[in-house]
């Protein structure tokens, strides 16, 4: 069973295009608008991918929408999949408000640095993994898988960030910003995505510390934030 993990995002099933990190997606294909804006966005992440050898894979989904987020993480066979599914009846494109379209490219880099983030964690097998410095890890409630899924939550969030502030760092306080009122929505309180303790850390982007390459630098800020929750 494909395991599923998102930006408060969702995952549905059918491929349109499955696109291998080693390559360019193939742009020519019939996307719609938003796809192709999207899909320009994740070029950069995309040579980020292939730089760490990520298993990634880019899939877009034809099928309409059914209340799914728009942009997704699933893992599949020892593989991420980066899931698009943004289609609306007949093929039609989503309205904005449900498909964040209109978002500037930074802010779509950000959060397709974020799912990067996840990706990279999966791979290396330390999924749900509970950093050595605070002790063993026990996921005996659900409580406790909650909580795991917070700090994974943390852990992409500062990705994104120092992604930002690595490719971006003029758009830092602006990306910074928007995420801070994304995890600040009362429907995330005390849930997997009330990540406020991460990304308050990273107000002042000198957090991050020396330059280093990108996991890295987002994983030393990571583990010197209280893994305390919030509530």
Not at 50 to 55: A, F, G, I, Q
Request: aromatic content about 8%.
């Amino acid at each position: 069973m494909a395991q599923r993990q998102a930006w408060a995002w969702g995952v549905a099933v059918g491929v349109l295009a499955s696109v291998q990190a080693q390559a360019e997606p193939p742009l020519t294909a019939p996307f719609t608008a938003s796809e192709r804006a999207w899909l320009e966005a994740a070029h950069p992440v995309l040579a980020q991918a292939r730089h760490e050898r990520l298993p990634l894979d880019v899939v877009v989904q034809p099928q309409p929408n059914a209340g799914e987020p728009p942009l997704a993480t699933a893992f599949v066979a020892g593989r991420c999949k980066l899931v698009l599914t943004m289609r609306g009846a007949g093929g039609s494109t989503l309205p904005e408000a449900a498909r964040d379209a209109a978002l500037p490219a930074v802010l779509l880099e950000a959060m397709l640095a974020h799912e990067l983030g996840h990706c990279w964690r999966h791979a290396r097998g330390d999924w749900h993994g509970w950093p050595a410095a605070f002790g063993p890890a026990t996921f005996g409630t659900a409580g406790d898988a909650v909580e795991a899924a917070r700090r994974e939550e943390g852990f992409a969030d500062l990705v994104a960030l120092a992604w930002t502030l690595q490719q971006n760092p003029g758009a830092y306080r602006a990306v910074h910003d928007w995420l801070s009122a994304q995890r600040a929505r009362p429907v995330h309180d005390g849930a997997e995505h009330d990540t406020r303790v991460w990304v308050a850390a990273a107000l002042d982007p000198a957090a991050f510390g020396a330059p280093a390459p990108l996991f890295e630098r987002a994983r030393r800020l990571w583990m010197r934030i209280d893994p305390t929750p919030a509530h």
